[in-house]
């Protein structure tokens, strides 16, 4: 499993995250099996734990114990499931954000610069639009809000329309021809330059921005008074949209109150202050450097 993903902040999340021994519990990110084999190793024998994830490959790591299911499948479609296994309500809830070390690590996948290969960067087979798709077809404008919004990118504008104009003799296939191309704009820092284009990219492709705000909506539904949401975060995008979930019990982020002025939120933060990584995890898993926790209880509607 660990060859596959280590599991980051592995003992602060299940700690945060078990509050009953023979309680149900998701795992929406399944990945390497890291996360829901201490999560198990916490559970008594009449505990459930689903784990979710879209991508084929995780299956090899499916863990042999019958208190699990293996739901291939985005989290996003996780109260779909638990309509379907007949489980109204679950105890607890961790997903641990981003892309796992497997996926940036084999060139086959397109998911970093590194390497060459085919600009792929899809999650699972059952996604069509491949990166090289989003740089072949998408307008400019389009292009322009995607690198934006999820790159953060101060220069969008000028490569979408760069993208736009080559693409034109030649289209984006390989990797290695993308981020040659890319070398026109990098003014400095050229590693962070190219992570933050080929995250907007993954982003795009994937829809994992509008898959986290409907995992987010749908945990008002599965989730029972008492119940924890632990969340890790890698980037500004998720944790800012995860933070205002927790602080507020809405995606948009906006304070909701009674007639009495009170605030109606089903959501209390446990963790006021975000959890990192310590120095010595770090050392250990330099990929563990930018994560956030944020762990929230959910307490109903009064």
Do not use: C
């Not at 208190?67 to 007949?86: A, P, Q, W």
């Not at 119940?227 to 906006?254: A, C």
């Amino acid at each position: 499993m660990d060859s596959y993903h280590i599991p980051v902040l592995l003992m602060e999340s299940v700690d945060a995250l078990i509050t009953d021994k023979n309680g149900v519990y998701l795992d929406l990110t399944f990945g390497g099996g890291g996360h829901s084999a201490e999560i198990l190793n916490r559970l008594d024998s009449k505990a459930t734990l689903y784990a979710f994830d879209q991508d084929d490959e995780a299956l090899a790591n499916v863990l042999d114990d019958k208190r699990i299911r293996f739901v291939k499948s985005n989290f996003r479609y996780h109260r779909r499931f638990l309509k379907y296994y007949n489980q109204p309500h679950v105890h607890g809830v961790l997903a641990d954000l981003g892309i796992s070390s497997h996926q940036i690590d084999v060139d086959y996948r397109g998911f970093s610069f590194r390497f060459h290969g085919d600009l792929d960067m899809r999650m699972s087979s059952g996604i069509q639009l491949k990166a090289s798709d989003v740089l072949n077809t998408y307008s400019e404008e389009k292009l322009q809000r995607m690198f934006w919004d999820y790159g953060e990118l101060k220069r969008g504008r000028k490569l979408a329309a760069a993208v736009v104009s080559r693409r034109k003799q030649m289209p984006f296939v390989r990797i290695e021809d993308f981020v040659s191309f890319l070398d026109d704009f990098v003014k400095s820092q050229p590693a962070k330059f190219m992570a933050k284009v080929f995250q907007a990219l993954r982003i795009e492709v994937n829809g994992e921005m509008e898959a986290l705000k409907k995992m987010l909506t749908d945990l008002l539904y599965v989730l029972k008074p008492g119940s924890r949401v632990v969340i890790i975060s890698y980037h500004s995008l998720e944790d800012r949209l995860v933070k205002n979930f927790f602080k507020t019990g809405n995606i948009e982020g906006n304070l909701i109150k009674d007639d009495f002025g009170n605030v109606i939120n089903p959501l209390k933060e446990i963790n006021r202050k975000i959890i990192i990584p310590s120095e010595e995890e770090i050392e250990r898993n330099n990929r563990s450097r930018s994560a956030k926790m944020r762990v929230a209880e959910y307490v109903g509607l009064k």
